[in-house]
């Protein structure tokens, strides 16, 4: 049992489109907590990178036999004689970490995700978040719960947002966005006019790279072969973990609240 005023971390986790978002706004508002996704830590690094106007290739600092980045300090030497008035070179490293795998379309390795993780967890005190997208392997798990140890703090809870497979997939490959002002379709649950295009726009609707059934397919198998194995170590490590369901019979902003805090409740003192 925990007070809820003394909740430190929460993780949301579940498939990619079960619904988690709106469970995430749930706890950032009642419990006064920031939002830490592992994607938006990726995009800020990348920004503070390229906004720093570093030049070079960036393979020069990857070492492809190992496997591995070259040792910081060499990074960080290019980085302090091309840029010898940048105040914090850290966000500039960290991105230039993110970025080489950005531009290699590769996948990004635990030890990097890691870094990158930490050192936005650590401006938090290491508390204060509700951890989206992070951990999604067994080792950035090992890893997250080496940081609370060693820094004193905790994760209280997991909020586990269900949905079917089939759910997910029919959302997913029928879902068509307008590419002009973004506005989200579905060919089956909320069509546009004609069907075809957006009916502010007139623009044909497109479907998203990320949409179609074998990319659904493909984060499916990442939940069961990955994220599955993680919430089993962390559940080892006696962390609770609820189970929300992602699909609400009347969909309210009300129904949302009601859906996660009626399973939370019964954990806080
Ligand atoms: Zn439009």
Redesign the pocket.
């Known amino acids: 049992m925990v007070k809820r005023s003394d909740i430190q971390n929460i993780i949301v986790t579940g498939k990619s489109g079960a619904g988690k978002q709106p469970r995430i706004d749930v706890l950032v508002s009642e419990f006064g907590l920031e939002q830490l996704s592992t994607g938006n830590i990726f995009r800020e690094y990348v920004g503070s990178f390229d906004d720093s106007g570093f030049k070079g290739d960036l393979e020069a600092f990857y070492d492809e036999i190992n496997d591995t980045f070259v040792k910081d300090e060499f990074i960080e030497k290019a980085i302090k004689e091309q840029l010898p008035d940048l105040e914090d070179i850290r966000p500039v490293f960290l991105g230039l970490k993110a970025k080489y795998f950005m531009n290699s379309g590769r996948f990004v390795p635990n030890r990097t995700t890691n870094e990158l993780f930490a050192e936005y967890f650590s401006k938090g005190g290491y508390k204060g978040f509700v951890l989206d997208g992070y951990p999604r392997t067994p080792d950035q798990a090992e890893f997250l719960l080496y940081l609370c140890e060693k820094n004193g703090t905790r994760i209280d809870l997991i909020v586990l947002v269900n949905n079917s497979d089939k759910l997910i997939i029919d959302r997913t490959v029928g879902r068509r966005i307008?590419?002009?002002?973004?506005?989200v379709h579905h060919i089956e649950f909320k069509p546009s006019r004609d069907g075809i295009h957006?009916?502010?726009?007139?623009?044909e609707?497109v479907q998203r790279a990320d949409d179609t059934a074998e990319r659904i397919q493909m984060r499916l198998f990442e939940f069961y072969d990955k994220v599955i194995p993680t919430l089993d170590i962390l559940e080892k490590a006696g962390i609770p973990i609820v189970t929300v369901e992602g699909n609400l019979e009347v969909f309210t902003e009300e129904n949302v609240r009601r859906s996660v805090m009626e399973r939370i409740d019964p954990l806080l003192e």
């Open positions: 307008c590419p002009s002002c973004k506005k957006c009916d502010d726009c007139g623009v609707l």
